[in-house]
């Protein structure tokens, strides 16, 4: 049985910094690409950052770039992200997903394990 566990989130002033960590079982740690994705009240799932199986590839979509950094430790079979100079618009749950096919893609659909996420509340 799958799983992956979040941790991490919080409330924090904007300009502050988190980091997130994902802790899986039940499968093949490191033949799986792994992302984080967020959702905010009342908007859909958005695509974060997403890193590769193999080459340590990564994406990440637009809004946080330079600020934010995914990582991974297939050693610990933890994902990562750090997040720094946090905005009031990073507000979101925050989730961990696993993907078999190995590519940092940014659907969230090829993702096919998903933890039940963690709250990240940035104030103004």
């Known amino acids: 049985q799958v799983q992956l566990v979040e941790s991490g989130g919080g409330l924090v002033q904007a300009g502050g910094s988190l980091r997130l960590s994902c802790a899986a079982s039940g499968l093949t740690f490191s033949r799986y690409a792994l992302a984080w994705f967020r959702q905010a009240p009342d908007k859909e799932r958005e695509f974060v950052a997403a890193?590769?199986?193999?080459?340590?590839?990564?994406n990440y979509v637009d809004s946080v770039k330079g600020r934010f950094t995914i990582s991974r430790d297939n050693a610990k079979r933890s994902l990562f992200l750090q997040m720094n100079s946090l905005k009031p618009e990073d507000t979101a749950k925050y989730y961990c997903a696993a993907s078999s096919y190995g590519v940092a893609a940014t659907t969230p659909s090829m993702y096919a394990y998903w933890g039940q996420g963690t709250q990240v509340t940035v104030s103004s």
């Open positions: 890193i590769a199986s193999i080459g340590g590839g990564t």
